[in-house]
């Protein structure tokens, strides 16, 4: 009786180790890629950045030296305009799906067409803007590639803006409501204030994914090897001038390829980070 | 101060489920009238009504008239007014998760556009003082989190949310069942002293909470209203057979 207790145990123990073990190692499966990655950019591309790399522009085949620094600008309009557009209609989308069209027939296309959206190869959306925006104006543009991103941003902000809503429970609207709060102000100043860490969440991944977004911006924003800020005009991103020194024959070009890389997932993750510090001010956290 | 309630043949509906029928109803002023009867009997829809919290269900459908001093609120108001008159207090704590104990408490005022932070203030200070929980969260009141609280300080909380609207009546809706023995004694104190500046309703599971803090009783049965008279009659003496056999607990 004994004996078959302490056997057991031991089953049980071992178990256990196993299950944790198991965990352990997902989380590292997990976690490597992206620290490989990390470290194997610093490694090719931190010897080429130089205070040069940040405020010149790119120099002429040939000459050496040079920088991002129009196309760092450039990804910050892009990704700004993008955000403008991306983030309130996937919010207002996600508000209407969890908050008012909920089981509606409508709700359900909007739904479907944001997961059919969020299935567009960017390479697609790229075309499409290129002929609904750029074709008509007759000129690449920062707006026609700020759209693009915008539009791709869209579904992941809605989609994630939804779930979140779903997540808070319903007592928390029935004790805004029972205090006499009309339901648009719950709605907005209840329901999503206490979903917002969520919400924030979402649009920095919807973020994060289209800062490295290539295939979009080569018919809209189209690249652009001088300085320029004008939003009707071809404009710079880090991801166009990487692809365009990757593919080049040049050894330096190759070197600056890599520094971009760091760069741009450098200002990615200071840019999310940035947005998380300063959303997560006034927002308490629970015990829970 | 608080005012009586009239209900006069009010029916209610979830979908095609008549949960309430034909309820006739005089609720004092300033008074505790408790609300018992077996799960699903109609209680809490009963409460829900007389808020017009029913009707956020897009299934439920309302008849009937119910007054609250002398206001018609099925006729005269629009849902958002009454609330602002006739305060809830729900089953399951729920504070709003992501504010500071302060400002669940303005909340109610916040929202409905009052600015002046001094009165804000005092009408914070008043609220948690007579819920009971100022001298247990006075020197946190914006630092901690509302659901930071234990699940009775929580109540509390939420009722001194519902008291900062200044209402004339409370609803509560079975307020200490999810409460521990410690926290339920502390909230029967607090109805106790809030009567007399209130008009409270509460829905209960536990008789004994009835016959402790309510001078009126209501036995509500399938939908109905078998019996409704003084605490001490409904616990000694009721007239209806159905009442004596739940109270003595033959069903329910």
């Given at each position: ?29 997990v976690v490597?890629p992206l620290v490989a990655i990390f470290i194997y950019l610093i490694?090719r591309g931190a010897?080429s950045l130089s205070l040069d790399f940040f405020i010149k522009i ?9 920088g991002m620094a129009n196309a760092i600008l450039g990804s910050g309009i892009l990704l700004g305009l993008g955000s403008l557009i991306g983030v309130p209609i996937g919010i207002a989308g996600g ?23 969020n299935?567009?190869?960017s390479?697609?959306m790229g ?15 920062a707006f026609s590639g700020g759209v693009a991103l915008g539009i791709m941003m869209i579904p992941t902000v809605c989609r994630t803006t939804?779930e979140m ?27 999503v204030k206490?979903a917002s860490p969520g919400i924030i969440t979402g649009c920095m991944l919807a973020f994060a994914r289209v800062a490295g977004e290539t295939a979009p911006l080569i018919?809209t924003a189209?690249g652009n090897?001088?300085w320029s800020a004008r939003l009707?005009?071809?404009i710079a991103a880090l991801p166009l001038q990487i692809y365009?020194y990757a ?9 600056l390829a890599w520094a971009g890389a760091l760069v741009l997932i450098v200002l990615i993750v200071l840019a999310v980070s940035l947005v998380r510090y300063v959303t997560s001010r006034g927002v308490?956290k629970?015990?829970? | ?252």
């Amino acid at each position: 009786m004994r004996n078959e207790h302490k056997l057991r145990a031991k089953i049980r123990a071992l178990t256990d180790g196993t299950a944790t073990g198991l965990a352990i190692l997902s989380t590292v499966l997990v976690v490597a890629p992206l620290v490989a990655i990390f470290i194997y950019l610093i490694y090719r591309g931190a010897s080429s950045l130089s205070l040069d790399f940040f405020i010149k522009i790119p120099k002429p085949v040939g000459e050496s030296g040079g920088g991002m620094a129009n196309a760092i600008l450039g990804s910050g309009i892009l990704l700004g305009l993008g955000s403008l557009i991306g983030v309130p209609i996937g919010i207002a989308g996600g508000v209407f799906l969890s908050e008012y069209g909920r089981g509606s027939a409508l709700a359900n296309a909007v739904r479907f067409t944001a997961d059919v959206l969020n299935g567009v190869p960017s390479i697609v959306m790229g075309i499409a803007i290129y002929s609904l925006i750029a074709v008509p104006q007759m000129h690449f543009s920062a707006f026609s590639g700020g759209v693009a991103l915008g539009i791709m941003m869209i579904p992941t902000v809605c989609r994630t803006t939804e779930e979140m809503l779903l997540m808070v429970p319903n007592s928390v609207r029935e004790a805004a409501l029972a205090l006499g709060v009309p339901n648009w102000l719950s709605v907005l100043a209840i329901t999503v204030k206490t979903a917002s860490p969520g919400i924030i969440t979402g649009c920095m991944l919807a973020f994060a994914r289209v800062a490295g977004e290539t295939a979009p911006l080569i018919f809209t924003a189209f690249g652009n090897v001088g300085w320029s800020a004008r939003l009707n005009e071809p404009i710079a991103a880090l991801p166009l001038q990487i692809y365009v020194y990757a593919i080049s024959p040049y050894d330096e070009w190759h070197r600056l390829a890599w520094a971009g890389a760091l760069v741009l997932i450098v200002l990615i993750v200071l840019a999310v980070s940035l947005v998380r510090y300063v959303t997560s001010r006034g927002v308490m956290k629970g015990a829970s | 101060m608080g005012v009586g309630i009239e209900v006069t043949t009010l029916n209610a509906w979830y979908g095609s489920n008549h949960t309430l029928q034909d309820i006739n109803l005089h609720i004092p002023a300033n008074h505790a009238t408790a609300l018992i009867g077996p799960s699903g009997c109609g209680k809490s829809t009963f409460v829900r009504c007389l808020n017009r919290m029913h009707e956020t269900n897009p299934i439920a459908r309302v008849t009937g008239s119910v007054r609250i001093g002398d206001l018609d609120i099925y006729a005269d108001a629009k849902p958002v007014e009454i609330r602002r008159r006739v305060g809830m207090v729900f089953q399951r704590p729920n504070p709003f998760p992501t504010m500071s104990i302060y400002d669940n408490v303005a909340a109610g005022l916040k929202l409905n556009g009052f600015r002046n932070r001094s009165a804000l203030d005092e009408i914070v200070e008043r609220s948690l003082k007579n819920s009971a929980l100022w001298d247990e969260v006075k020197d946190d009141l914006k630092k901690k989190s509302g659901a930071s609280l234990s699940g009775g300080q929580q109540q509390r909380l939420c009722i001194a949310r519902a008291l900062a609207v200044d209402p004339e009546v409370l609803l509560m809706d079975e307020p200490a069942s999810a409460l521990d023995p410690v926290s339920t004694s502390k909230i029967e104190d607090l109805i106790f002293q809030l009567k007399s500046q209130y008009t409270i309703v509460i829905v209960t599971h536990n008789m004994q909470q009835a016959a402790r803090v309510a001078e009126k009783t209501g036995f509500f049965l399938n939908g109905r209203m078998v019996e409704f008279d003084s605490t001490h009659k409904i616990f000694t003496n009721p007239s209806d057979k159905r009442t004596e056999d739940y109270i003595t607990g033959r069903f329910g």
